[in-house]
């Protein structure tokens, strides 16, 4: 709560002040007009609230009674659903390749993003923002569309890889059809297309770290590693931290690439949760299996969102 | 973190002398394009590997008789004229261009009358519901797509474009609102005690100081909501089955798959075709576009 009221004391200090200006003209016109300029305030925010109670927290709210029943949802089942996934070796499976697939991807979008900003940061200024922009494209093409073409490079027969492997006379890699692989490339399609992400973030952060402290630290003979160890990682350290927790959540609830380039499959081994949740609940008809496949997600999602949150605030008052 | 330690090295120690200090600058630059050249290669395959494959003939993709990474065969435009004769894909762009439309006006109007409301008016519960604004933009639409599959139901707007434009701006709402309360926080406090004085509403006040003066905030919101809504995969896959009311995202990658044959070559050019708005818009408004994009971590 502290938080909160520090983040809006401007807006405290310009009401005390127009408070002043007021009082000056008419002292019981004052109530009145503060009451309605509240009340115009809160109509001008119906329609968000309207939107974020109907579409957000009542199917929210509707999903936890949906998992609770059966799959005809006519019976109320407690916790049947949830002990039943439970049970199921398959669902232990999306659970572990959901945390490799969202671990491991953000690991390497944040190294990759962290490495191409330095990169971009260190050349002349004029070139920075081609090179920018090129970088950015993966970020910019619809998932879906770039996921169809990452299938068709890895595509079984003609896959574009293979032959750049054979000629090498290397093996041919069974891209999507052997299910390590399968891992493999849809967390190598997720960090193509994060990636940009982290470097568009860090590259904005690395610009706001002060020229000074650089120059300082190289009066005192700071070298490299030192000056990125002791001035940039800690300047940066809450916009790692609130990249890092946002694209967790991204990633973590991805559905696009996985549905896309193996729909889960070979042997159910490529299933997060998203993907599973709409096997069970849209493809096979199990709504309530599926919500409640989906509300897993929750905690993991709701821990990540409080740390940003915690986050975003500091960094607003830090910028003031 | 070598090749940035290796990059990184040109800013100098400020001991060494001043031609071995530019040598190393020259040496730092070298290797920082050598890697950037790397990393753009990486990025930018899957694109250039789809242009490739959308100008070849179907021959040529089908035999793997030459370099799948260069058009061996000639040019040609067969792909296109196909996709845009014998598909359902002017259906699918039609009916994404109508949602997309129709979410971007209904997320401008609704988030910049909350946005102006929260970020410069005060009222009873306002800062708490500008933290369930930012809380709201970072719930998953997965986590939603069962629940709001029996709403959209509900309502008779299942397999109906129609319910993209209800749902959609779930997406886009509460980030664009986020934004949008730090621009309009930014501006100075002085305008709107002048307007004040002079007697200005409200609604006037925010017609004309706010949004012209937030105008480049306010274009990019515009920017992310419509690049949200034309790439929403999700929803659409759930709610809509079919073709006359599929958009783009899903129509090309279910509905041109035929059953037996994968034509390659029309896929890619669909794909590159159903990208091609948000990368015009990258194109010519890239500054507002990574303004949006960085806006959500830096204001607030």
Redesign the interface.
Known sequence: MAD??H??S??LE??R??QG?LSSSAARGLHHVLRR??????L??L???V??AC??V???L??IY?SMLNKAQTRFIGLGNFSFLLSRDVFWMVVQQSAIFALTAVFFKA??G???A???N???AKGQ?K????????W???????????W??F?P??S?FN?ILKSFSHDEIAWLSNPYWARFSVILVNI?YG???FL??YL?ALKSVPEQL?EAA??D?????Q??RHITLPMMRN?IA??VL?SL??T?????IV??MTAGGPRNMTHV??TY??LL??RSGD?PL??AT??F??PI?AV??IF??RG??K??RE?G | ?S???I?????????GLKGSLSRNRRW??IA??F??VF??I??????Y??VV?AFKSDAE?AH?AT???IIANGVTLDQFKLLLTQSDFLVFFKNTAIVTLCVVAITM???V??A???G?????G????A??????Y??????????????VKAVGLLNSYWGMV??Y??LT??FC?WIMIGYF?SIP?ELD?AA??DGAS?MQMLTKIFIPVALPGIIAAMIFAF?VS??A??YP??FLYSADQQV???G??TSLIRADV?K?GM??AG?LL??AP??VI?AFL?DY??AG??AG????
């Open positions: 909160t009221i983040t809006w401007p807006r310009r009401n002040l127009q200006l300029r509240s009340t115009i305030a809160f001008m925010c329609p968000l609230i939107i974020i579409l957000v009542y199917p929210a509707y999903s949906l190294l990759i962290l490495i191409t330095h990169l971009i260190n050349l002349p923002r090179w920018r922009g090129m970088l950015l494209v993966p910019v093409i619809p998932l879906a569309l770039s996921s169809l073409g990452w068709w490079l595509d027969t003609h574009a032959y193509w990636a940009p992400f568009i973030m904005a650089y190289a009066i003979g700071a070298n490299a590693w000056k990125f916009i609130i990249t946002f959540i991204v973590f609830a991805n559905f696009d549905q896309i949760f998203a949740a709409f609940g849209i709504l599926g919500a989906s509300l997600m929750f999602l990540a969102a940003i949150l975003v605030r960094r607003g910028i | 973190m090749t940035a330690a990059a990184a090295r040109g800013a100098g120690t400020g001991l730092a630059l920082s394009y890697f950037l990393f753009a990486f990025f930018l395959i899957p694109p590997y789809m494959t993709v793997m370099n799948p990474w109007v609704v988030s009358l909350a102006f409301s929260l410069r008016m005060r009222f009873w306002s800062s708490i519901l933290t369930g604004i930012f809380l709201t970072l719930v998953p639409d997965t986590l939603l797509f069962i629940p709001l599959f029996q709403i209800l749902v701006p779930t709402v509460p609102t926080q406090k005690e004040l004085i409200h690049t034309w790439a995969f999700v896959m759930a783009l995202t899903v090309t990658v994968y390659w896929l890619m794909a159903a990208a948000p990368l990258y890239m576009y990574i994009l960085t971590a830096t204001k607030g």
